[in-house]
């Protein structure tokens, strides 16, 4: 029996832990686990999240009957270290933050009594233990599961790396016979030989018992029988991504005398085969099977790292209905329930270790990896869904000791040493898998002779996004494909940052729009497809995840999952849908941009549409006007949509069955101020941007800038912000706008601004000026991934610059930096009337260096 101990734990700051043990009416947070402390603090605008030691605490009351029982505390993961006190007494320590762990606890116990339970956790960095840094945020706590396991004096033993109790595999499998191999101990730990009956059954997925065996088992009183065991059945049904089908395999320990069960092991099997080769890339039960997935991250908006099962169970589904069959869990072993749901949903997973960017040179360092390996193949090689091990990512990425070349040259001697030595832990435990690791884009990995010693060559690769074009990418993978011609490869990372808020019909690299995202997607997608020596695919990232060290237009979130953190699907999800779904499929896309505004034409703005499908053709209306049929490619088709001032009904048509809607809401921008029928009540206007952005909470939408022309609104000089980076000049900077949620248009600036006009009729009139300062000092960490702008300039304090509104002097003298701050969002409202038809002009004054403006709203007051 196994029952969750995770409601009702006190937790302590280490502080107030501190302060309760010399006073013991201090008391803690209630809370449930799961559970991290750095939910909130590693997405808030303070740089940095609390790495450090918290306290768990519970009284638990223990039946006086379980002093015969077996019984042990399971613990599915805590990051990252956690040490665990019963009733004062230190029972075990365990290292590594993504891996189960399970320690016996009888001897701790006090029966028919309370006991105290107290869970020291650690999520400092520690130079032994992986990973030492990151692009994900670590949660510190106990995160998953709680588990008290009771057992019978007699049992299944417990596996020394947490793993099931019974290793199952299936080592031959055709489509007419297939075998299951089991081995375990039964553990008596009575003083008494014991007899005991091994009954084993193997149940079909339409419930018939298919195999079953009954053998007497002599036990040796305080000690361990071992047991390996291997049946055959014809005809299997065999598991593939189609149909998961999966056996049920029951391993019961029954006493002799009683005819109780004393013990049961339960599992899935899923009877399947598989190789990789270059020619056919992989091969499933004999047939070629592209992979095509995504990677996860295990967090969510708002909970961090401590999600209830059913997030992570809804993250599979969500993949499965993506049409995606591969999973690449990364960068860390993830909730059993992950695990469960791949082998039912028939999604092929590569599992991996958190072994990231570097490595520390110590015995300790390695002999932790060493142990994670080996906890990460026991407890997962159970799962058919398995079909790779991994258990380094970009180990290149952050090499300590580059600028010293002979240092630098030991180093990667080290980083060979613990690669092979990996993987040759991983061969000695699974015969049956392939293993695999993810390299940057780099030579390096090659120099160093560690990207041939897996069997499959994980590349992670990102032309048209960091750098380079969007056909670096396969240039890049046809170079290795001819240095390894023997090699299968897998990619195991692609993506591009996307704000599913923003917007562009020039979508250009950096600018965070869903076009650009699209863009990169569809250019990749085709080049896998097309070559065969790439077994699969992983996008990354099924989710948007948070890593606190970002910047962007969404800080402290990793934004190239292709749904949000809160799992709202982004084009990009669509467009895999219509790649991979075999059922009808059709969709509107950019579904949330439901507010949309741009210039009048003659009553009406045209703005492109997109459908995506898997139908041939498809048709698209808009208030019932027909815009005609168009053919579909790559799962899209794009319209020119003619939008109307208010509400615009889109409905997408293929056949008569496959339908779709969206309601948009257009603002229209009079063509002309004066003598345009179409009302103007608001102009939201981002300077310096290409892009648009909508501001959900706000509902309200924000246009890009464009030049004055005579009768409507405009700049007149000045030039948009470029932030110059280390991956070249960029459209916004990646610095965090501290006092608003709409960083995008504060990153946005116009700078020397000459003037800004609307040439509206007379009336009054509210203006918005925004800024930023954005060449301000930062006081963030640099992170290897960020563009490199967060750099400290001199003058910062020099900006100066005056402000005139219809020739009154509004802003005199404004001086950002000094007076509110690097990267602050600064609002300013004015009333402004607006007489002899003279409408609103804004006039910006350099003194010391260029002025600038983020962003400028107009509201017509009456
Ligand atoms: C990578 C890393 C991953 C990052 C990703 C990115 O190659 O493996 O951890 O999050 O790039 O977004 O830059
Ligand atoms: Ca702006």
Sequence with gaps: MKKSINSNWEFFTEKEWIAHLYDHSVNGTKVNIPHTWNNIDAVDEESGYFRGIGYYKKEIFIPLNYKDKDLSLLFEGVNQVATVFINDVEVGIHKGGYTRFIFDVHQYLKFGEQNKMIIKVDNSYDENIAPLSADFTFFGGIYRDVFLEVKNKIHWKKDEYAGATVHINTPN??????????????????????????????????????????????????????????????????????????????????????????????????????????????????????????????????????????????????????????????????????????????????????????????????????????????????????????????????????????????????????????????????????????????????????????????????????????????????????????????????????????????????????????????????????????????????????????????????????????????????????NFLKEPFLKIGDRTWTLRSGQESNGICKQPVVVYSNQEKVTLSVNGKELGEQKVTLGKATFNVPFQDGNNQIVAKSGELLIDMLDIEFRMIPESFTSSDVPLYEINVDLGSTRYYHDKTLNQIWIPEKEYTSGSWGYIGGEAFKVKTKYGSMPASDLEIYGTKNDPIYQTNRMDLEAFKFDVKDGFYTVELHFAELLAKSDKEALAYNLGNDKVEENINERVFSILINDELVEEELNLAKEFGGARAVIKKFQVKAVDGQGIIINCKSIKDKSLISAIRLYKNY
């Design 173 to 578: 499998v055709t489509k007419d016979k297939a075998s299951v191999r089991f081995r375990g101990h039964i553990n008596n730990t009575l003083t008494t030989n014991q007899t005991v009956t091994l009954k084993c059954k193997l149940i079909a997925p339409n419930q018939s018992v298919v195999y079953q065996s009954a053998k007497k088992q002599k036990l040796v009183k305080s000690a361990d029988k071992e047991i390996d065991e291997t049946f055959e059945i014809n005809n299997p049904l065999l598991w593939n991504t189609e149909t998961p089908n999966l056996y049920q395999l029951h391993l019961s320990i029954i006493d002799e005398k009683s005819g109780k069960e004393l013990d049961s092991f339960i599992s899935s099997v899923g009877f399947r085969w598989y190789s990789f080769d270059v020619k056919n890339g992989f091969v499933l039960n004999g047939e070629p099977l592209k992979l095509i997935g995504t990677n996860r991250h295990q967090c969510f908006e708002g909970l961090g790292n401590a999600l209830p099962d059913e997030l992570h169970v809804r993250d599979i589904k969500l993949l499965k209905e993506m049409g995606g069959n591969f999973l690449r869990v990364s960068h860390y072993p993830q909730d059993p329930v992950v695990m469960e749901m791949c082998d039912k949903l028939g999604i092929l997973t590569s599992v991996e270790i958190p072994l990231v960017n570097a490595i520390t040179e110590t015995e300790e360092f390695t002999n932790n990896s060493v142990h994670m390996v080996k906890e990460m193949i026991h407890q997962n090689r159970n799962h058919p869904s398995v079909i790779m091990w991994a258990y380094m990512n970009e180990i290149l990425l952050r090499p300590p000791f580059k600028k010293d070349k002979e240092r630098h040259k030991k180093y990667l001697v080290k980083v060979k040493e613990l690669t092979q030595l990996l993987e040759n832990t991983v061969k000695e435990l699974d015969e049956e898998r392939y293993t695999m690791n993810a390299h940057h884009g780099s030579g390096a990995y090659h120099e160093a002779e560690i990207c041939a010693i897996p069997d499959i060559m994980g590349w992670n690769l990102y032309s048209g996004w960091y750098g380079g074009k969007f056909s670096g990418f396969e240039k890049f993978l046809d170079k290795y494909q001819a240095l390894y011609p023997d090699k299968v490869m897998m990619v195991t990372e692609y993506g591009a940052d996307v704000h599913a808020d923003l917007h562009s019909f020039n979508p250009i690299r950096f600018d965070y729009t869903v076009e650009y995202g699209n863009l990169y997607h569809e250019h990749y997608l085709p080049a896998i497809l097309e070559r065969n020596f790439i077994a699969g695919a992983a996008i990354w990232n099924i989710n948007d995840f948070h890593s606190e060290l970002r910047g962007y237009a969404t800080p402290h979130i990793n934004s190239k999952g292709i749904t949000t953190t809160d799992r709202t699907p982004k084009d990009t999800y669509y467009l895999y849908q219509a």
